[in-house]
């Protein structure tokens, strides 16, 4: 393979323990992303999404391969991490206006402190959105490690075609 390294699940010691922090590849993860506080930044989401971007564009160079096999298992864990983002999505919805808890002035303070941390700068959906792009550019990072990228386009090219001829 001209020097690239083929990287294989079995080889990597994904979850170190399954518990955060514990090490491993994502023990390593939950770190960054959290700190040693479990609390999430935005700068660290910044530097995941400017990682992930980073990771694109060395799959797309050829900077690293997995095989189909590997990266389809790790494909499937990055879907079904979106689809729980759909489902917090969903739940964010209950804040897309300020809940009513009266007229008085606490009241008043609780719902607007309610919208704003699920709406707001470093809010709940912004940490969500900022995953969302993390984890899409990760799995086109191991379509394109694996070269299924073309094939996955020419795929969901053919079903628009399909879609529009009825």
Do not use: C
């Not at 506080?37 to 694109?56: D, H, I, P, R």
């Not at 309610?114 to 984890?135: C, D, F, H």
């Amino acid at each position: 393979m001209g020097g690239t390294a083929v990287t294989e699940l079995k080889d990597m010691d994904l979850d170190g323990g399954t518990t955060r922090g514990s090490g491993g590849f994502l023990g390593s993860v939950w770190e960054k992303l959290y700190g040693a506080e479990g609390s999430l930044s935005s700068n660290a989401m910044e530097k995941a999404q400017k990682a992930a971007g980073e990771l694109v564009a060395s799959a797309k160079n050829g900077g690293f391969k997995v095989t189909k096999e590997s990266a389809n298992h790790l494909i499937k864990a990055l879907q079904n991490a979106l689809s729980d983002l759909d489902r917090a999505e969903g739940t964010l919805r209950n804040f897309d206006q300020r809940p009513n808890l009266g007229n008085h002035p606490y009241g008043q303070l609780v719902a607007q402190h309610q919208y704003e941390a699920a709406n707001g700068p470093g809010s709940a959906r912004v940490a969500i959105t900022q995953l969302r792009t993390v984890l899409q550019l990760s799995i086109e990072a191991l379509l394109h490690a694996s070269d299924q990228y073309e094939e996955r386009e020419a795929e969901i090219q053919h079903s628009l075609r399909l879609m529009a001829q009825s």
